[in-house]
T-cell receptor, first 114, second 117 residues
Framework: DAGVTQSPTHLIKTRGQHVTLRCSPISGHKSVSWYQQVLGQGPQFIFQYYEKEERGRGNFPDRFSARQFPNYSSELNVNALLLGDSALYLC?????????????FGSGTQLSVL | AQKITQTQPGMFVQEKEAVTLDCTYDTSDPSYGLFWYKQPSSGEMIFLIYQGSYDQQNATEGRYSLNFQKARKSANLVISASQLGDSAMYFCAMREHGSGNTGKLIFGQGTTLQVKP
């Protein structure tokens, strides 16, 4: 079975541009979460979607938005890119939002903002 | 305030020896879960082990075990019989039940483990 897939793997943008990152969860998983991992730090929670509804949002500006589609895939959009948005963006999927539910992560999209 | 603290930025261990990676956490929620993930250079986070706050016994998964000391709020990962493939970044993470945001994992800063042949 395919794991969590993310595209693209690498992306280079300039300040002020817009970017869309894509994620396909493991088949059957209804929850998708997005995390930002700056070099040398742990991942920071951005969004969680479950059954196509936003169920959680981290401490990120409104430039960050996301959505989940009927097939449970998801997109993360970032507008007006800043240098500080350069990071590895990780998508994770899970069956549910239970406390003990483990997240399955993709390999991430490495975003560089110049 | 840091909710998850990993005080060891880097650790070395000799192949076939055991190593302990430290993690302390801070929460007032009586119901929470603790996770350890491994992140190799490829970037993908790999789940290793889970411990629930109400679990009576320490969790074990193959060569991984979790030394859970609830009163001290620590959840140290023990890797036995280290292998070269264990060289990676290791993250401790917590999920709180009462936050209303149970999908959110809070991660520590991570510990880089290098296994020497």
């Amino acid at each position: 079975d395919a794991g969590v897939t993310q595209s693209p793997t690498h992306l280079i943008k300039t300040r002020g541009q817009h970017v869309t990152l894509r994620c396909s969860p493991i088949s059957g998983h209804k929850s998708v979460s997005w995390y930002q991992q700056v070099l040398g730090q742990g991942p920071q929670f951005i969004f969680q979607y479950y059954e196509k509804e936003e169920r959680g949002r981290g401490n990120f500006p409104d430039r960050f938005s996301a959505r989940q589609f009927p097939n449970y895939s998801s997109e993360l959009n970032v507008n007006a890119l800043l240098l500080g948005d350069s990071a590895l963006y990780l998508c994770a999927s899970s069956l549910s939002r239970q406390l003990n539910e483990k997240l399955f992560f993709g390999s991430g999209t490495q975003l560089s903002v110049l | 305030a840091q909710k998850i603290t990993q005080t060891q930025p880097g650790m070395f261990v000799q192949e076939k020896e055991a190593v302990t990676l430290d993690c302390t956490y801070d929460t007032s929620d009586p119901s929470y879960g603790l996770f350890w993930y491994k992140q190799p250079s490829s970037g993908e986070m790999i789940f290793l082990i889970y411990q629930g706050s109400y679990d009576q016994q320490n969790a074990t998964e193959g060569r991984y075990s979790l030394n859970f000391q609830k009163a001290r709020k620590s959840a140290n990962l023990v890797i036995s019989a280290s292998q070269l493939g264990d060289s990676a970044m290791y993250f401790c993470a917590m999920r709180e039940h009462g936050s209303g945001n149970t999908g959110k994992l809070i991660f520590g800063q991570g510990t880089t483990l290098q296994v020497k042949p």
